[in-house]
């Protein structure tokens, strides 16, 4: 169910950058909600991306605060920005050197992202915590990217070469060479021309060429699980995810900010959201373990 609506949602995006109406007519969504009614019956539950909580976080900063290794540097810092600011995956590997600004008065980096997932083109501004500031200037000062006027269009995280000493350079192929819905209009047989239109047109999110790649991403994730010390669950019930991915920083964000009192409004607007319902879905395990009965056992089973 989650490809067909990932589908739908691509075609409604290429129809919408080519001024064509809403093709989710009422028979379309109805059939959408059938397959879902449908899911439910057999108990199909999409696999949830493993959170990575504030604990882990602090885990890996005391494993990894000594590390002179750049991969170290780089992976924790991706992971703590991506935890700070609930950033997607392809927002986390979009960021560039020149969109952080240093703030001496408050010794932290501001933040300026560009939005995805969304028709608007204003950007995000996230003010990172003087801590996460520090080890993003550790990570700059070590690649030597401090002079903004020269690196300033350098993406901040970069693959590592095998020495771990410094980033590939920029013909690796470890970088993204570019990804766009257009593989899919191509292997749909869509014309030359109307490539050509949406690419001259579309609003549709593409990643830049030269990035992180996503796998690269989820591999350094994937890492510093193990440097964690954490173990893969066999018995969880999708099998989807084994160790942190791209999306672990926004369900762990998200099940923070509710567990520490912020409102599901703060929680939306913090993760840029469009709807509270996805916040639901992130903190449904922590609301089931919360629920009255569950916590008055926990407290009054005798141990034998």
Known sequence: MATISHFIACLSSVNSSLGFPDFRNVLIK????????RENEKKIVTGQALPFLISDLNILRRSLHKSDDLRDIRDLAMIWVGFETLLRNVEIRRIKTGDLKWQNDTSCYLLDVMRTKTSLSSNLTFQLSPQCSQHVRRLIETVEYTDTET???RFLFQPVNIHTNRY???????LSRGKSIDRMLVKAGFSEGLLTQL???????????????SNSLNQAFARLWGIAGKVSDSNRQSGRYRTWTGHSVRVGGAIELFKAGYSLEKITEMGNWSDPKMVFRYIRGYLASEKAMVSFMRNHLDDI
């Open 30 to 37: 109805a059939l959408v909600q059938v397959w879902r009614a």
């Open 151 to 153: 690196f300033g269009h």
């Open 168 to 174: 590939f350079p920029s013909t690796s192929s470890k």
């Open 199 to 213: 690419q001259n047109e579309s609003k549709v999110s593409r990643e830049d060429v030269g990035m992180l790649s």
